[in-house]
């Protein structure tokens, strides 16, 4: 007990914070000092400036982009429901240390067949790169250009959500004990996976400046598809449906500890592809902008061809109750949901059928009614979920 506590009062080390430092004895506070006053007025002796003319912020002046007033006062909101997306964010608190993978490793070595094992490692090295793409989205090209703070707040939230993400992956990469370097190195060889990738790559390149003015009607344009691609497909659409293979798997009794882990990161996309579309929503009615026909056409287009390609290739050989069709008439009928949300007149794909009809059961979404419902600590405990 003495021994907890006194590691407990070990000194953080300033410049090594890894590493614990020896408690130093107590000197006493330096005195202050007279020779520098604050922010750096030394040479001058002028009355410090204020910001803007210290005039109020108007809520009316905030937008998503090309906002006309102060980005670092948060209140007065003018988008309270986005402040509320981060509130509900910070439920859902977990690490994948959190949740057991014993039987996991037991199962990927003595039960999986060989296609199972082709299945479960292809979904974890397309994901894996997703999500680092995804963290680098929403803080290198998004975020800097959203003009209200609640805005950022939660994309600040949703990078580090991001990052969390791809610890989990790793996490059941290196537990299961596969080939580290071979799972990560595998999108760049295998080109039925670099396809999601590079599509997404390319359309985060478009807006991944900040040189682009979203003053000029076509840059605006670019940026709006660049961000309904990430929130309705990406996000939305192959996030959500990345993630059934192993979920089909969960229910046949194999893999749940990496089936829990994806679960609680389904929480977070389902929040991220939600918000994605009410920002989109907000940009087009306050820039008086849609998306061109055309190119929204082109986008469904390519998104399906390249998840076809890439379920082409991960259920090469269908695995009990899950098969590439499936796959890809869920993915059209998800997508169909998103553009739905987003206030598109048609559906991408129509007449496009529920082929996993068990999937939001077996994810999320039952639990989704109640999750923010549910007291805050049952989150922050970590412990296992409980979907019932
Ligand atoms: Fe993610
Ligand atoms: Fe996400």
Redesign the pocket.
């Known amino acids: 007990m003495n021994d907890t506590k006194s590691k407990d009062r070990t000194m953080l080390n300033w410049d090594d914070p890894l590493k614990p430092e020896a408690a130093k004895p107590t000197q006493p506070p330096a005195p202050p000092s007279e020779a520098v006053p604050a922010f750096g007025v030394a040479d001058s002796l002028a009355p410090p400036v204020t910001p803007l003319g210290a005039k109020p912020v108007r809520v009316e002046d905030k937008r998503v982009v090309n906002g006309m007033t102060d980005i670092n006062q948060l209140a007065p909101f003018k988008y309270p429901w986005a402040w509320n997306y981060f509130l509900n964010a910070n439920k859902n608190h977990w690490t994948p240390l959190d949740i057991n993978m014993a039987q996991d490793v037991h199962d990927y070595h003595h039960k999986l067949t060989i296609e199972e094992r082709h299945v479960y490692e292809n979904v974890l090295a397309y994901l894996t790169t997703?999500?680092i793409l995804?963290m680098r989205n929403v803080a290198i090209a998004v975020m800097e250009k959203m003009s209200a703070p609640e805005l950022q707040i939660y994309q600040a939230r949703q990078a580090y959500?991001?990052a969390l993400?791809t610890w989990t992956y790793q996490h059941c990469i290196e537990t299961i004990g596969l080939d580290q370097g071979e799972i990560y190195n595998r999108y760049r060889v295998v080109p039925e996976i670099y396809a999601k990738i590079r599509m997404t790559q390319e359309r985060l390149d478009a807006v991944c400046s900040t040189e682009i003015d979203l003053h000029d009607r076509e840059q605006l344009h670019t940026f709006l598809m660049s961000y309904i691609f990430f929130a309705a497909v990406f996000?939305g659409s192959w996030?959500y449906n990345g993630f059934s293979p192993i979920f089909a798997l969960q229910r046949r009794g194999l893999m749940k500890g990496t089936a829990e882990q994806l679960q609680y990161?389904m929480r977070?996309?389902v929040m991220?592809a939600s918000f994605g579309i009410r920002v989109a929503k907000q940009l087009m009615q306050e820039e008086g902008i849609r998306p061109d026909p055309k190119a929204l056409r082109e986008m469904w287009d390519q998104a399906e061809a390249c998840e076809a390609t890439y379920a082409g290739y991960i259920l090469r050989d269908s695995i009990l109750g899950y098969s590439a069709d499936l796959h890809l008439e869920q993915f059209r009928f998800v997508a169909n949901r998103r553009a739905a949300q987003l206030g598109m007149e048609d559906e991408p794909f129509p007449g496009a059928e529920e082929a996993l009809p068990w999937l939001a059961e077996q994810a999320n979404l039952r639990k989704e009614k109640n999750f923010f419902e549910t007291r805050v600590t049952e989150y922050q405990t970590g412990g296992a979920l409980n979907w019932d």
């Open positions: 997703a999500d995804a959500e991001e993400h996000e996030f990161i977070d996309e991220h």
